[in-house]
């Protein structure tokens, strides 16, 4: 039997993960929506823009036809913007099959109704076809350049958590799976509300003590959320939660702390975007986890600084005036 897999989305990661199981001796076929884009990746066999100096192997195949991509594979691997999920759902909907398996490693939250992207899964696919979801302190260049990783896949059955799982595991790329897909989720879409809280910090010119209080206090808020969802607790203790959180708020590969850099340092969030020329989870994932924490009353301070310099256009500085001015109190994360 053929070992096929689809990937939806040839930006960084979506390729990096063409990459990682075109390797693994899956044959392989990356998506892209943009005809220039492919044009670029067949005639250089390398995706320039986003992973220069990497060689796409000849297992690794190209196209810009949804239909392509579910008649190449029953297993179709989202990895799109948050903003473009639904879309490119709605748009592989009517070629899937009843054998087809949905699986994405989009990070952030639907913005047409601030709901997890499983719900937005769910909603267009019903509940008979198995989705997974794949998350984990993972930065696309180093998958790419095949370093030691590990990330975690959690499913709604077993069977295809250890089967996406298989498709990606090997000697440099471990592959932990999970039953816990709101917690995966939620870790992953939440870290990049922090990252960006992080970088503001270091670009006002805070130190270490500052970034590791950001990161710690961010994980209670991630906690908070996470539990008020439905998720469990242990799942953001792993890759999918910490191991996320830390690498993003540390890391300058990291797009989302790159941007909060530039906004700690005086930059309008327009130029930063324009400087880093991708796109940042961060920025819509702050509006949405603001509105859950408001939905469900949960409290989430850093987020809601984080997105009241964002939305409100509050200076960097008065959002951590604003924090440090709150009352002093127990340190737990259940209030």
């Not at 899937?96 to 499983?118: M, P, V, Y």
């Not at 990049?192 to 710690?216: E, S, W, Y």
């Not at 702050?286 to 939905?295: C, D, F, G």
Request: charged letters at 20%; glycine letters at 8%.
């Amino acid at each position: 039997m053929r070992h096929t897999l689809s990937v939806l989305g040839a930006g960084s990661w979506g390729t990096a993960l063409a990459l990682q199981a075109a390797r693994n001796g899956c044959e392989t076929l990356l998506w892209a929506h943009n005809p220039r884009h492919i044009a670029e990746l067949e005639t250089h066999r390398e995706n320039r823009r986003y992973l220069p100096g990497i060689r796409l192997p000849d297992n690794l195949h190209l196209t810009r036809s949804l239909n392509d991509c579910a008649s190449f594979s029953d297993l179709l691997l989202l990895s799109v913007p948050s903003h473009a999920f639904r879309e490119t759902l709605t748009g592989i909907k009517p070629f899937l099959t009843h054998n087809s398996r949905i699986a994405w490693a989009t990070k952030g939250f639907d913005s047409e109704d601030q709901g997890l992207l499983s719900t937005v899964a769910l909603q267009l696919l019903g509940n008979d076809l198995p989705i997974a979801v794949l998350s984990g302190p993972t930065f696309a260049k180093e998958v790419a350049e095949g370093l030691p990783t590990a990330l975690t896949v959690a499913a709604t059955t077993r069977e295809f958590a250890e089967q996406l799982a298989g498709t990606l595991h090997d000697h440099c790329f471990r592959v932990y799976t999970s039953s816990d897909i709101i917690g995966v989720q939620v870790g992953g879409a939440s870290k990049n509300v922090l990252a960006i809280a992080a970088g503001i910090a270091d670009g006002l010119g805070f130190g270490a003590n500052t970034r590791a209080a950001l990161i710690t206090r961010g994980l209670t808020e991630i906690m908070r959320l996470n539990a008020k969802l439905g998720g469990q607790s242990d799942t953001l203790m792993g890759l999918a939660g910490l191991g996320d959180l830390v690498l993003t708020c540390t890391d300058d590969q990291s797009r989302n702390r790159r941007f909060g850099l530039a906004l700690g340092q005086g930059n309008a969030c327009e130029q930063a975007l324009i400087e880093i020329n991708q796109s940042v989870e961060g920025i819509a994932a702050a509006r949405e986890a603001y509105r859950l924490s408001q939905v469900h009353q949960i409290e989430m301070p850093i987020t809601e600084q984080v997105y009241r310099v964002l939305f409100d256009d509050i200076p960097p500085e008065q959002a951590v005036i604003n924090l440090l001015a709150r009352d002093q109190k127990p340190e737990k994360y259940e209030a």
